[in-house]
């Protein structure tokens, strides 16, 4: 009895051995699939990028040949601007050495050193308004006494011809347009760019009458511009008095103006004077 007894533990010992090696196994499939499944998952996602790569890459290379072609021509017109400041930057350097030596002179060197100052401003956005116009879409001509392709495109020889410091053809040039329309987008810019002209003739007289007309034509864009110009005419004839206060409408009527500090800076100056 006692051998039956023994017997029969040992084989409800190795049923139940078996029973956990099934479960065991069992669980260990289940995991597999769940592993398996989850494999799956992760090859279709990664299935998915890889085509939205493929459909993403030709746009970003062309994306990438676009923004190239773009920098060419921008830095075309950047290595030209640059050159320009570079000679202009070495004859202010002649001057301020020329300033430390000959004390006689040093209020027209100062002079001079404004003016060139300007015009390395002028001449920059010149060439920037002139290269931001040829970037533009041509305009649908209009029934004017100048169309406005052609306005356009002698407002643009114009400011060429100022460049070239054929002051004489410019002059003659805005005067022309702003006659013959002078409610023209452009016709402010032409009055701007008349006097401007007359600025750099050194007629500061004459420049102050027309940097004063900008203020009449409405929405200008070269209000805060003129006001500047007003100043620093006034200074270059020698008129510190109207140069400080056009400084300040310049403080008073243009916060925002990029011309501010610089504003500031000259009436503190020119008050020490």
């Not at 070495?90 to 015009?119: C, G, H, P, W």
């Not at 007289?205 to 805060?224: C, H, L, P």
């Not at 110009?229 to 310049?250: C, F, H, I, P, T």
Request: a negative charge; glycine letters at 2%; charged letters at 25%.
């Amino acid at each position: 009895m006692e051998r039956i007894n023994k017997s029969a533990l040992l084989c409800l010992l190795v049923a139940a051995a078996l029973n956990s090696a099934v479960f065991a196994q069992t669980d260990t499939q289940r995991e597999m699939r769940r592993l398996n499944a989850k494999i799956e998952r992760e090859k279709v996602r990664i299935d998915s990028l890889e085509t939205q790569i493929r459909i993403l890459l030709p746009e970003l290379r062309n994306a990438l040949k676009a923004t190239v072609m773009a920098k060419k021509q921008t830095d075309s017109i950047a290595i030209i601007l640059v050159n320009r400041i570079n000679t202009i930057q070495n004859k202010i350097r002649i001057l301020e050495d020329k300033a430390e030596y000959t004390d006689s002179t040093n209020f027209e060197v100062l002079s001079q050193l404004v003016m060139i100052e300007n015009k390395i401003v002028t001449l920059t956005n010149s060439f920037t308004e002139m290269y931001n116009l040829k970037a533009e879409s041509t305009p649908t001509p209009q029934q004017i006494k100048i169309s406005a392709i052609e306005y356009k495109k002698l407002y643009l020889e114009n400011l060429g011809h100022y460049q070239n410091a054929d002051f004489e053809k410019a002059i003659n040039g805005f005067s022309n347009l702003i006659m013959s329309d002078p409610t023209h987008e452009l016709a402010d810019n032409c009055q701007y760019w008349l006097a401007e002209c007359y600025y750099s003739s050194k007629n500061f007289k004459r420049a102050i009458a027309e940097f004063e007309k900008v203020f009449s034509f409405q929405g200008t864009d070269k209000d805060d511009d003129a006001q500047l110009k007003l100043a620093l005419a006034y200074q270059s004839m020698g008129d510190l008095e109207n140069a400080v206060a056009e400084y300040s409408r310049l403080m008073d009527y243009f916060p925002g103006s990029e011309y501010y500090q610089r504003a500031k800076e000259a009436i503190k100056k020119l008050n020490v004077e």
